[in-house]
């Protein structure tokens, strides 16, 4: 399980969710720089590495539909859910993984399911338990490729369900060309991007 609160000094307001399975990978190595503008800000976070937690793909039960909770599995999102409650921001990151989205990813932002409310009976009127509270968010994403068409739906099958649950994207982050392990840290100007917009971020929720 993977719960690393990042700053003790400053009460945690993001959360920070990296989704590659390369351990010291580029993603990481973003991660770690958006938390360092998060700090700038004067503002805490807790890191998730998802690769390091527990989290059973969603089995589409609708047993949360009763409770409003994922009552299913007793896994990583319990503690996961809390913070998601309790911080207005959210940032999230993953290499692209064949135009998509990480496994990972997913598979996590699938067991955010259980934020909607829906009118019965179904198909009908949907709503989030998360919406109009100000949440923002930044997404973020490596490829290995330097055309932005192969990057495909990552940053998109970020977007869109986080603007369903409510959250309003305040900052795109694609990035391009990098395959190496790490490689990112050669690069200046994109770590550079990485801390101004977790300073960004930070700022606005906390304004
Ligand atoms: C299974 C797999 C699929 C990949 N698919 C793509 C892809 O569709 N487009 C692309 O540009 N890069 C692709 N890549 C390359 C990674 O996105 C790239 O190496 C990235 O820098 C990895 O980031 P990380 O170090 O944070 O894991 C793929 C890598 C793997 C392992």
Known sequence: ????ITENLFKPKVLAVGASPRKGGNSDVLLGHFLAGVKRA???AVEIQLRDCQITPCIGCELCRQSGQCTRFNDDMVGIYKNIIE???LFLISPVHNYNITAWMKGFIDRLYCFYDFVEPRPGKWSSKLANQGRKAVIAAVAEQ???EEMGVTLEA???P????????IQKFPVLGIFE???VADYPEIIRSAELYGEKLAR????
């Open 158 to 160: 970020m977007e869109k």
């Open 204 to 207: 606005e929720i906390i304004s």
């Open 42 to 44: 004067s503002a805490g």
């Open 181 to 183: 392990k790490g490689k």
């Open 1 to 4: 399980m993977a719960f690393e």
């Open 87 to 89: 911080f207005r921001g």
């Open 162 to 169: 986080l603007e369903a649950l409510g959250y309003t994207i």
């Open 146 to 148: 330097s055309n932005k």
